[in-house]
């Protein structure tokens, strides 16, 4: 521990610039994880907010809830089975403000459930990100393909889908604006019930159904491909760096162990100087990162949960214990004459 301390303090430029390099790569790590998180709530927190359970559609939809359309009769049997199971539909769509601008939006309709909330036809509820576009309670809202006008009921927060604000209008006018009797889903947040009441139909899990949605799926890919690549990245960082210290040590390591340091206690320092770096550069960047979540701009998707911190910090740990070790093989293989003599000459 002591030796470990002593080269810290006479190595501290080396040191300090591994620290940074570190700090910068784990920062940019947190920092993506947040957009990622962020984008994903962005995306779907409408499904996102939902209890763990079960949605079904059709099967012939191949996957594409907008193409499913499941009967009166299989919806009224499943919704029978539990209490708290629903159906509903989710379209895409525009509202025309007080101003006459459009608004993009995704409508979302559903049958009657503590989940979502209740409107009566004519009525809006919408997702408080549009009190953003200057829209209040009381205003009153049309759309080109209905023919009355929607009166703003109030809004509920973070409820979105395909980075648009949504909508929840009642079954009777989304019925006018789409044309469509059938509901495209059935959502049950606890019963499984038997393959025979879900004939033609497919299930899926809440992560599953979200990764039928191709923006989600394509955006969570690409942002979790870059978090492993810079988690691998730091790991190799350490490989290397600990590999050129230790080529540039072999004679001291070849005195220690002549004197009787055991390679035990040369990899114990080794793995000390690589914690106290790791845990100085996660302090500075998840502190820097976690700020974001207060003072990231409000059009900027996003989140850093505890949770992901507590996963990441401990991959960084992890990688670089790996990366040292592996550095330390030649540790073990070093002959204390042979390093002495090399040292010498």
Do not use: C
């Amino acid at each position: 521990m002591n030796i470990a301390w002593k080269e810290l303090k006479k190595n501290k430029s080396r040191f300090f610039i591994l620290g940074s390099i570190v700090s910068l790569i784990s920062l940019l790590t947190f920092i993506i994880s947040g957009l990622a998180n962020g984008l994903s709530q962005d995306n779907a927190s409408l499904i996102k907010n939902l209890p763990n359970g079960e949605f079904y559609m059709k099967k012939d939809a191949d996957q594409t809830y907008s193409l499913s359309k499941i009967n009166h009769t299989t919806q009224e049997k499943l919704l029978k089975t539990e209490k708290d199971a629903l159906a509903l539909s989710i379209q895409m769509g525009f509202l025309n403000d007080v101003d006459g601008k459009q608004r993009s939006v995704s409508f979302v309709t559903a049958t009657d459930s503590k989940f979502f909330p209740e409107v009566s036809v004519g009525e809006i509820i919408l997702d408080s990100s549009m009190k953003e576009k200057e829209i209040q309670v009381g205003d009153r809202l049309t759309n080109n393909q209905y023919s009355g006008e929607f009166i703003v009921k109030g809004f509920v927060e973070q409820s979105k889908y395909s980075h648009a604000p949504v909508a929840f209008i009642n079954i009777k006018d989304y019925e006018e604006i789409y044309k469509v009797a059938e509901m495209q889903l059935i959502y049950m947040p606890e019963k499984v019930v038997s393959q025979d009441e879900t004939n033609g139909l497919q299930s899926f899990s809440n992560k599953e159904f979200l990764n039928t949605i191709s923006s989600y799926k394509a955006e969570q890919l690409t942002l979790n491909m870059i978090v492993w690549f810079l988690v691998v990245i730091s790991g190799m960082l350490f490989a290397i760096f600990f590999y050129m210290m230790n080529v540039q040590k072999i004679g001291l390591f070849g005195i220690l162990k002549a004197i009787g340091i055991k390679t035990s206690s040369l990899f114990y320092m080794m793995w000390t100087q690589m914690s106290f770096i790791t845990f100085v550069a996660l302090v500075v960047s998840i502190t820097i990162s976690h700020l974001l979540n207060v003072f990231a701009p409000k059009g900027m998707p996003y989140y850093l949960s505890i949770e992901t911190t507590v996963i990441l910090s401990i991959m960084f740990l992890f990688i670089g214990f790996m990366g040292a070790t592996l550095s330390g093989i030649q540790i073990k293989k070093v002959e204390p004459l042979q390093a002495i003599q090399r040292g010498e000459g």
